[in-house]
T-cell receptor
Framework: QKEVEQNSGPLSVPEGAIASLNCTYSDRGSQSFFWYRQYSGKSPELIMSIYSNGDKEDGRFTAQLNKASQYVSLLIRDSQPSDSATYLCAVNLISGGYQKVTFGTGTKLQVIP | DGGITQSPKYLFRKEGQNVTLSCEQNLNHDAMYWYRQDPGQGLRLIYYSQIVNDFQKGDIAEGYSVSREKKESFPLTVTSAQKNPTAFYLC????????????FGNGTRLTVT
């Protein structure tokens, strides 16, 4: 089982719709969770971080965390063509004083004008 | 401006040669990371370091080596033992060690022929 799993997509949504991106993780000791956006050929940029169960909203983005189900999701409201990118889920595990950050393979999102 | 500088942006080498990728940060971050990304793939952890003169192997350390002699520098050497070195290499740092998001450099694209 992979440590962090995401559906590779592509996920296609029409402009203005809600895009829902999902991620599961295997280690119950994972402590913090991040969503990064990566445009083709560029480095990842942080969109959201979430540390406790529930929802966290920032503008058009909402991150949701359910530690019991080992599940984290990202909702993008009013999707725009500029949101078309690959979205990477990252999970932070603290072990022996070291912070190890593991990424999923990413979900490619296509927003259709 | 504070940030992470990776150089060079593109690097070409002949098979059998060692090559060193540079990563420098002026964010005063304690933790630094190296990831590898192959086309259509997520980020895979090569090495990470929480403090000077200390580093840990990630998930794919074979064929790579690092040093952390200064807080701001974390160079990665791709040795001739690495079977498939052609990839996009990303360096990141965090204020760490706990629950801190990663900040990425712009990456180095290495091509070995």
């Amino acid at each position: 089982q992979k440590e962090v799993e995401q559906n590779s997509g592509p996920l296609s949504v029409p402009e203005g719709a809600i895009a829902s991106l999902n991620c599961t993780y295997s280690d119950r000791g994972s402590q913090s969770f991040f969503w990064y956006r990566q445009y083709s050929g560029k480095s990842p940029e942080l969109i959201m971080s979430i540390y406790s169960n529930g929802d966290k909203e920032d503008g058009r983005f909402t991150a949701q965390l359910n530690k019991a189900s080992q599940y984290v999701s990202l909702l993008i409201r009013d999707s725009q063509p500029s949101d078309s990118a690959t979205y990477l889920c990252a999970v932070n595990l603290i072990s022996g004083g070291y912070q190890k950050v593991t990424f999923g393979t990413g979900t490619k999102l296509q927003v259709i004008p | 401006d504070g940030g992470i500088t990776q150089s060079p942006k593109y690097l070409f080498r002949k098979e059998g040669q060692n090559v060193t990728l540079s990563c420098e940060q002026n964010l005063n971050h304690d933790a630094m990371y190296w990831y590898r990304q192959d086309p259509g793939q997520g980020l895979r952890l090569i090495y990470y370091s929480q403090i000077v003169n200390d580093f840990q192997k990630g998930d794919i350390a074979e064929g790579y080596s690092v040093s952390r002699e200064k807080k701001e520098s974390f160079p990665l050497t791709v040795t001739s033992a690495q079977k498939n070195p052609t990839a996009f290499y990303l360096c990141a740092s965090s204020s760490g060690p706990y629950n801190s998001p990663l900040h990425f450099g712009n990456g180095t694209r290495l091509t070995v022929t």
